[in-house]
């Protein structure tokens, strides 16, 4: 016997957007009636969750049926001081997260490599398709791409694509039952449940006495509804979960799951085929069928008899318009220019976060613990200035962080800032202003970077004033000093590109320089020491390396003991990579530089890292193309503290086909991670996935097999990675769920 359930209706589809809704509580029979709610949330620091009420009783069991648990009326919310006992703890939805937001490590290289860092976190995507409550909705609802939804007296679900023109669809989805096939069960009259929503989960318990939760999570394609049980239902034969779609149809049966139409006969909601999965990963298929407006998924009897509970089953809900075609549109907002800093409390991942328009852009952080727990499931907002913003840098200190960006001048289009703000250990924005590090009406600045030294922060930028490099100390209670920053360089011509690092209590800016540019207008590469309290030492510059040839893109580590500055230089048969050391005392030690990879064909884009008390240089490689427009590897090498370099030849870090580039390194101690863009699975189209290898560097530098780290849909870029002494962290910034224009 299957059980009834009073049902919450929409009066309007477009009512289930963030901007609020009006909405009717209706039995089965009758005609609708405009009511308050008699289910209420409330939002609290761990989630939200609705009280059942002192009337609230539960059906009887009685057999093979779970009776699923009825609520009274006109109940009060309740805040939590915790997660209930019943949920499922963020982050640790073993059906698919089986070692959490950090996955597990990389097993052991045959060639002795010490492998021990772990692939990338899924941080950025669970704040973005966080449960929100805003407008007058009293509901926590949530929209991704083609779709809408909210936890009332079940998932409400709206296919509807605005920006694509079409039409939405409201659905209502709910469970009736879960029983075995054999024996019977009594009926229940359950209203709504009590959701307890964490980030972009929200779950319901649906029985005390089996420990039977509904479990919904919200992403890029839909919402992935879970039933999760402690244990099986008595009974005999498999167990089947009977659910309702109020609002649409089933229609047919695809090889990708069932789809319901709406009134004129489309399809416009798919149920995805689901699987059952134990707590050790195991997996047995479920059939799912459906008829009329219900859903009925079997699992199969030899499930039950081998699982090790609690046990999963998971379908996708999802958008469509026309049978497997998913809606358009763009993605709910745009995420781009992730970074990541670590210390000892954790990491901190940053990135701006808009709703698919520049003035709707806004600057968003979370925290991440030593273990890779994801700890602000809705993230920190840092900075909500409605204009567009670039997170461009981000350091950390001793218990908190500093995170610059530049963004437009108040209401203008030409004149860029930097601003910056610091977040303690514990996630607290403490500049929610944020600060102003230059702020100067008529003037251009751009392209930020920033370092720590443990007292205090040096951000430093490209400025429109001289087109120099321009830099600010950042205290740590926050004094910028001097406001508007001071001249690092202001010599002839342009400058570009700074970097900086520091060692000890001071820093190292290098940047490319043009001050002795010739018909040619050929670059160099410079750099200054700077004082922990902002003093300028080498005011007329360094020269790293000067000549008659270009030299680009600087990027600058510190060993603890010296400086050293990597750039590309330019040579008739392709770039090269180079490098020179600089000591704490500001002599290049290396004059004009050293050659780290003179290869066939060019090298670009270098990056550096200490390793081993040594420094690591990766870069993209082309030796192996006949030309230098495709089939990039990545190839590093480690120079020595004397400046000279023990890999001579470079060694492969990736050489699959298919082409790399744009690589990244993350260090502690002797070991380091390399990440890069890889366009093994797509060759020849723009549409990259981002790969990882572990290296070691105790003796020789032994890089392992390498491994991916995302290979989703469209195109991954910017990768760029973090160790904090225990684990690695990996960002990027990702396509999966945008059209061309918008990236995640």
């Known amino acids: 016997m299957l059980l009834d359930r009073r049902q919450l209706v929409w009066v309007a589809a477009a009512a289930l957007a963030c901007v609020g809704a009006a909405f009717v509580c209706a039995p089965r029979s009758g005609l609708p009636r405009l009511t308050s709610p008699d289910c209420v949330f409330e939002r609290m620091a761990t989630g939200w969750v609705r009280d059942e009420g002192a009337s609230s009783g539960r059906g009887t069991v009685s057999g093979a049926q779970i009776g699923l648990r009825a609520s009274g009326q006109n109940g009060m919310a309740r805040k939590w001081a915790g997660r209930p006992e019943w949920a499922i703890p963020f982050g640790d939805e073993f059906w698919k997260r089986p070692s959490r937001i950090l996955s597990e490590s990389i097993p052991p290289d045959p060639a002795g490599a010490v492998v021990s860092p772990v692939k990338v976190s899924d941080a950025v995507e669970r704040v973005t398709y966080a449960f929100c409550q805003e407008g007058a909705s009293p509901f926590p609802h949530v929209r991704g791409r083609g779709y809408q939804a909210s936890v009332t007296d079940g998932l409400e679900f709206v296919a509807s694509s605005p920006e694509a023109g079409e039409p939405a669809t409201a659905a209502r989805f709910y469970t009736r039952s879960i029983r075995r096939e054999i024996g019977e069960g009594s009926e229940a009259q359950p209203v709504c449940p009590a959701w307890f929503v964490a980030g972009n989960t929200a779950q319901a318990l649906l029985d005390p006495a089996s420990g039977l939760v509904e479990h919904c999570e919200a992403g890029p394609a839909g919402v992935e509804v879970t039933w999760v049980m402690n244990r099986p239902p008595p009974g005999q034969g498999g167990m089947v979960i009977e659910a309702e779609m109020t609002g649409i149809r089933f229609s047919r049966q695809s090889s990708s799951g069932l789809h319901f139409v709406d009134g004129s006969g489309i399809e416009r909601v798919k149920v995805g085929l689901a699987k059952a999965v134990d707590r050790k990963g195991r997996t ?300 704490p005392n500001g002599l290049v030690l290396d004059t004009n530089g050293f050659v780290i990879s003179h290869a066939a064909n060019a090298q670009f884009n270098p990056a550096a890292a200490p390793i081993g008390g040594d420094f690591l240089v990766v870069w993209q490689d082309y030796r192996g193309s006949p030309t230098n427009d495709f089939e990039a590897t990545i190839y590093g090498a480690r120079v020595l503290g004397n400046g000279s370099v023990a890999d001579l030849d470079g060694v492969a870090i990736s050489s699959a086909l298919g082409g790399q580039g744009t690589a990244a390194v993350g260090t502690y101690g002797s070991n380091a991670i390399v990440v890069w863009q890889d366009f093994r699975n797509n060759p020849g189209s723009t549409l990259a996935d981002i790969f990882g290898a572990p290296v070691n560097a105790m003796s020789n530098l032994v890089a392992a097999p390498d491994f991916e780290v995302s290979t989703v849909a469209n195109t991954e870029s910017s990768p760029t990675s973090a160790g904090n002494g225990t684990n690695f962290l990996v960002v990027w910034a990702d396509n999966r769920n945008a059209p061309v224009g918008y990236r995640d």
Request: glycine residues 12%.
């Open 284 to 583: 047995w298929p479920v059939s799912i069928e459906g008829r009329g407006t219900l859903l009925r998924a079997v699992v199969p009897d030899e499930a039950l008899a081998q699982a090790e509970f609690p046990l999963a089953i998971d379908p996708l809900i999802s958008a469509e318009f026309g049978m497997d075609q998913p809606l358009g549109g763009p993605a709910p907002c745009t995420r781009a220019a992730p970074l990541i800093a670590a210390n000892d409390s954790g990491y901190l991942v940053v990135w701006t976060h808009g709703k698919g328009t520049a003035t709707a852009a806004a600057v968003y952080a979370a925290r991440l613990s030593l273990a890779g727990e994801l700890l602000d499931p809705f993230g920190i907002l840092v900075s909500s200035v409605a204009a567009e913003q670039t997170v461009c840098a981000a350091a950390a200190g001793p218990g908190a962080f500093l995170v610059v960006w530049s963004a437009p001048h108040g209401a203008s289009v030409s004149d860029w800032d930097i601003f910056g703000a610091r977040i303690q250990a514990d996630g607290t924005v403490m500049d929610t202003g944020p600060l102003t590090v230059c702020g100067m009406a008529g003037t251009v600045q751009s392209s930020p970077a920033v370092a720590g030294n443990g007292d205090n922060y040096l951000v430093v930028w490209r400025d429109s004033r001289s087109t120099g490099i321009y830099g600010s100390v950042v205290a740590a209670d926050g004094t910028v000093s001097p406001t508007n920053g001071f001249p690092i360089c202001a010599a002839a011509n342009d400058q570009y590109t700074p970097a900086v690092a520091a060692l000890g209590t001071n820093y190292l800016v290098a940047w490319q320089d043009y001050r002795n540019a010739g018909v040619n207008y050929h670059s160099d590469i410079y750099a200054a020491r700077v004082t922990g309290n902002g003093v300028l030492l080498d005011t007329s510059g360094i020269a790293v390396c000067k000549g008659t040839n270009s030299n680009y893109h600087p990027a600058v580590a510190s060993s603890g003991t010296n400086f050293l500055v990597v750039w590309e230089g330019y040579d008739v048969g392709g770039n090269d990579i180079l490098g020179a050391r600089i000591g």
